[in-house]
């Protein structure tokens, strides 16, 4: 069992930057690999990044690659997503999420979800 809990959503201009965290409870946190996901009204929850149990693999979205960077800090229990050159198209809920062992990058293969932090991005 995983707990989640995103912080770090905002408001601010394109090209700003933001740091979200995903801030997690629960036994043996380094054996999960954690995701990061963004929606918005009316479009299907979509892929951003995520990254291994060990943190030694990480996969990016086309749309955020260059921009965005996952990263893990195991002894915290906190995963990090670091947003620059922030567009208004990153505009969207951001949600982290959780899974045993494997990163995947399909939302529905994640079992355990914060309760996601807004992001807005103004031109």
């Known amino acids: 069992q995983v707990q989640l809990v995103e912080s770090g959503g905002g408001l601010v201009q394109a090209g700003g930057s933001l740091r979200l965290s995903c801030a997690a409870s629960?036994?043996?946190?380094?054996?999960?690999?954690m995701g990061w996901f963004r929606q918005t009204p009316g479009k299907e929850r979509e892929f951003v990044a995520a990254?291994?149990?060990?943190?030694?693999?990480?996969a990016t979205a086309d749309s955020v690659k260059g921009r965005f960077t996952i990263s893990r800090d195991n002894a915290k229990n906190t995963v990090y997503l670091q947003m620059n050159s922030l567009k208004p198209e990153d505009t969207a809920v951001y949600y982290c999420?959780?899974?045993?062992?494997?990163?995947?990058?399909?939302?529905?293969?994640?079992?355990?979800w914060g309760q996601g932090t807004q992001v807005t991005v103004s031109n």
């Open positions: 629960g036994r043996t946190f380094s054996n999960y690999a």
């Open positions: 990254i291994s149990w060990n943190g030694g693999s990480t």
């Open positions: 999420a959780a899974r045993r062992f494997t990163m995947v990058v399909s939302h529905q293969q994640y079992d355990y």
